[in-house]
């Protein structure tokens, strides 16, 4: 069975935050004062920020988002301020979701093969199934695992283990594909899986764990 990540893997992630932020900036510009390469970085400094509260179980998925919105606007805003500011960064979010162009020819193909796919992700649950749902892909696949659901996030070996479990599969016989070499594919290696780095970016190799460029090579690796 192959088990996939979903943001910067499926989803193109990285641009859907930047032209939402970009939008949302433009939406509230005269009280942020902020140019658009400015905002972006900082916009990213704090989402990675209080993401990590959230996987660490400091902070809950709705907390996290409203202290982002608190540290750009002011801590005087009151819960539902904040909410009403984060939602309308997620409309503009959403709006460019798109999948990578070498997704669904990739899920066609291992589907024909006759893989059985699923997906392990960092994240809330209902917010992952929404992503695979708005970018009509969620149908590829059988089994969906979320660290919001399982109480632990990669590159914890227990997630990995009860995806495994829930698929009903061997997890030495299993495969994971994600574009982080720590938390996806040497965090999936560890716990048992053939652990594969999707590095996009750079035509890098590594010594721990197979490295495909684009997930167009990944149907001739796997069969």
């Known amino acids: 069975m192959l088990f996939f990540d979903i943001d910067a893997t499926l989803l193109d992630h ?14 509230n510009n005269e009280e942020l004062k902020l140019s658009a390469s400015e905002f972006i970085k900082r916009w990213y400094e704090l ?11 400091e902070l809950s998925f709705q907390e996290q988002r409203r202290m982002r919105i608190r540290e750009l606007f002011g801590s005087h805003l009151n819960n539902e301020q904040a ?3 984060f939602n309308d960064y997620l409309k503009f ?10 997704v669904i020819p990739c899920l066609e193909q291992l589907k024909k093969q006759g893989n059985r796919l699923g997906v392990i992700s960092n994240g809330d649950y209902n917010q992952q ?9 969620s149908k590829y696949f059988d089994c969906i695992i979320t660290s919001s659901e399982i109480g632990v996030s990669k590159p914890n ?17 299993s495969y994971y594909i994600g574009d982080r070499l720590e ?7 560890n716990a048992g899986m053939k652990g594969i780095w999707l590095n996009r970016k750079e035509k890098t190799s590594h ?5 495909i460029h684009s997930l167009s090579e990944l149907g001739a690796l796997i069969n």
Do not use: R
């Not at 859907?16 to 900036?25: K, P, S």
């Not at 938390?183 to 290696?189: C, N």
């Not at 010594?207 to 490295?211: A, G, H, P, Y």
């Open 83 to 85: 909410d009403n500011k």
């Open 183 to 189: 938390t996806d594919a040497i965090g999936s290696k």
């Open 93 to 102: 979010y959403k709006g460019n979701w798109t999948v990578f162009e070498d």
């Open 14 to 27: 990285e641009k859907a935050e930047e032209m939402g932020a970009i939008e949302f900036l433009k939406e």
């Open 207 to 211: 010594s721990d764990v197979i490295v």
């Open 129 to 137: 199934i929404e992503k695979l749902e708005g970018i009509n892909i």
């Open 157 to 173: 070996a227990t997630i990995f283990l009860e995806a495994c479990n829930q698929a009903d599969v061997p997890i030495h016989e």
């Open 47 to 57: 989402s990675d920020k209080y993401f990590e509260k959230f996987l660490s179980k």
